[in-house]
Structures are given as structure tokens and as C-alpha cells.
């Protein structure tokens, strides 16, 4: 697996509002939002950037408001999903 390190000034990440421990989960959970509403990722794997399961990923698209794209990779995963949990 590739890893890709963004660094972040330290004021901005103090700048954060939100606890310690909560503020990189929600940053990847923004990107994986921000990536996905472009088109740049796909569901699949915009929640496994965001670390959610697709359901909680599809919830909080919904929270958010943002449309959901459903393409050619969205549908293998739906029919392997559907052919595989019989």
C-alpha cells in the first residue's frame, strides 16, 4: 500500500475545532467527502478513506446533502455484495 503524508502547519491543525483525538478521522472524512461530490473517488472508495463502512458513508452523504454518483465500480460492488451474502 501507497501512503501519502499531507502535512498540515501546526496553527491550522490547532485551529481545528475539535478534539485531539477526533481531528484526523474527521479531516479524511471531509476529504473523502469533498473527493467524492467531485467525482474524483468513487463511494467505495471514499468510504474506506473516511474509514466508515458504506452504509455510515452513504448516511453522512445524506446528512450532507451531497448526491450520490453511482457508476460502473459502484454496481460490481453491489452485485458482488448481492452474489456473495446469499
Do not use: C, N
Request: charged fraction near 35%; aromatic fraction near 6%; hydrophobic fraction near 35%.
Amino acid at each position: 500500500m501507497k501512503e501519502l503524508t499531507i502535512s498540515v502547519p501546526e496553527d491550522i491543525l490547532e485551529a481545528v475545532k475539535l478534539p485531539p483525538d477526533e481531528k484526523e478521522k474527521e479531516i479524511l472524512k471531509e476529504l473523502a467527502l469533498a473527493l467524492y461530490s467531485r467525482g474524483v473517488l468513487s463511494l467505495g472508495k471514499a468510504r474506506m478513506l473516511a474509514k466508515m463502512t458504506k452504509w455510515e458513508f452513504e448516511d453522512l452523504l445524506g446528512q450532507r446533502k451531497i448526491l450520490r454518483h453511482y457508476g460502473q465500480e459502484e454496481l460490481e460492488e453491489d452485485i458482488h455484495y448481492g452474489t456473495s451474502h446469499k
